[in-house]
C-alpha cells in the first residue's frame, strides 16, 4: 500500500467512526464506556469525540484530493489519538476490560500509522516509496482494522 492509499485509508476510518458516533451515540458509547456509555451525557461525549474525528478524517482527504499538505491534519489526528490512549490507560480500572482494549488497539494502531506517515513525509512526497514507511502504514492499518474488529465484538460483550 502506498503512503497515500495508507493515509486515505486511516482517514476514512477516521470518517466512518465519526460519522457513526454522531449519528449512533448509544451503541458508541457502550462499545467505549459500557452500560454507562448510554447515559445522557456520555451520547454527548460521544458526539464530541465523533465530529473530532469526522472533521480529522475530511481534513487528510479533502487535503490530498486539493494537493494541499497532509502533514498538520495526520499530525493533529496523532496527537488526538494519543490523548485518547494516555486517557484510557489512566483510566484502564475505571473501564470495562473490552472498552479500554478496544481503545488501546484503536487509538495505539491508529497513533502509529499517522506518526510513521508523518515522521517520513510519505504522503508530501518526502519518502517516495520508502520500504520502511510501508511496513509502519502496514502495521497500523492492521491495528486500525484489529481495533475495529474487537470493537464490534467488544459491543456485544460489554
Known amino acids: 500500500m502506498n503512503p497515500r492509499d495508507a493515509a486515505t485509508a486511516l482517514a476514512r476510518g477516521r470518517i466512518a467512526i465519526g460519522a457513526a458516533a454522531l449519528v449512533a451515540p448509544g451503541p458508541g458509547g457502550r462499545v467505549m464506556f459500557g452500560r454507562y456509555g448510554s447515559g445522557p451525557g456520555m451520547k454527548a461525549l460521544v458526539r464530541m469525540l465523533g465530529g473530532r474525528d469526522l472533521v480529522l478524517g475530511l481534513g487528510v482527504v479533502i487535503a490530498l484530493d486539493r494537493g494541499a499538505p497532509v502533514r498538520g491534519w495526520l499530525e493533529a489526528g496523532a496527537v488526538a489519538d494519543t490523548v485518547d490512549l494516555v486517557a484510557c490507560v489512566l483510566a484502564r480500572d475505571e473501564m470495562p ?43 497500523g492499518a492492521a491495528g486500525l482494522v484489529g481495533g475495529v474488529i474487537v470493537g464490534l465484538l467488544g459491543g456485544f460483550v460489554c
Open 97 to 139: 476490560r473490552a472498552a479500554y482494549l478496544n481503545t488501546l488497539a484503536l487509538a495505539g494502531g491508529a497513533v502509529v500509522h499517522s506518526v510513521s506517515l508523518v515522521r517520513h513525509d510519505a504522503v508530501e512526497g518526502g519518502g517516495d516509496g520508502l520500504v520502511f514507511v510501508a511496513v509502519f502504514a502496514a502495521e
